[in-house]
């Protein structure tokens, strides 16, 4: 089983629904946990950084981590067009090498 | 504006030849990363470095070199050895975590795109 798993997409959604993005992982020492936007060409972008477990929001962008069952989520409220991109999840035990999922594309249909 | 600037954007390999990309940040960042980008497969870390004069391989470092000399600064090179060099280059750098601190993520340049003539 691999350390991180991602669904490759892609998903397309219409403009203004909500978007599910998710991951799920294997090693229940990861304690911290990130969402990376990447738009074609560029680097990622660092979107949402959570220590164990809950909910944080920021802006339109929610993430929520469920470490009883090894899975975490990145809720976007409102899609933009702006918003179509790969987004990575991404997780790490203190200090240890952080751990990509291979990126969810995501479209978002006007 | 602190950042992170990778050069070239692109970048063409002859056969045997040793290439250099170059990776700096004014962000004061003790730590620097190199990842390689291929389409499916995600990041894969290559070296990376905790401090200056030190680096550590990381899961796919054959065929690569590296040098820390300054902390703002974290050149690879892709040798002649690494026989699929084709690939999107990713620098990333982050504050070290401390023992009192939490991890502290990644920040990510824009990459350089690495062909092969």
């Known amino acids: 089983q691999k350390e991180v798993e991602q669904d490759p997409g892609p998903l397309s959604v219409p403009e203004g629904a909500i978007v599910s993005l998710n991951c799920t992982y294997s090693n229940s020492a990861f304690q911290y946990f990130m969402w990376y936007r990447q738009y074609s060409r560029k680097g990622p972008e660092l979107l949402m950084y959570t220590y164990s477990s809950g909910n944080k929001e920021d802006g339109r962008f929610t993430a929520q981590v469920d470490k009883s069952s090894k899975y975490i989520s990145l809720f976007i409220r409102d899609s933009q067009p702006s918003d179509s991109a790969t987004y990575l999840c991404a997780m790490n035990e203190r200090d240890d090498k952080i751990i990509f999922g291979k990126g969810t594309r995501l479209h978002i249909l006007p | 504006d602190g950042g992170i600037t990778q050069s070239p954007k692109y970048l063409f390999r002859k056969e045997g030849q040793n290439v250099t990309l170059s990776c700096e940040q004014n962000?004061?960042?003790?730590?620097m990363y190199w990842y390689r980008q291929d389409p499916g497969q995600g990041l894969r870390l290559i070296y990376y470095s905790h401090i200056v004069n030190d680096f550590q391989k990381g899961d796919i470092a054959e065929g690569y070199s590296v040098s820390r000399e300054k902390k703002e600064s974290f050149p690879l090179t892709v040798t002649s050895a690494q026989k699929n060099p084709t690939a999107f280059y990713l620098c990333a750098s982050s504050i070290r975590g401390l023992v009192s601190n939490p991890s502290q993520p990644q920040h990510f340049g824009d990459g350089t795109r690495l062909s092969i003539l």
């Open positions: 962000l004061n960042h003790d730590a």
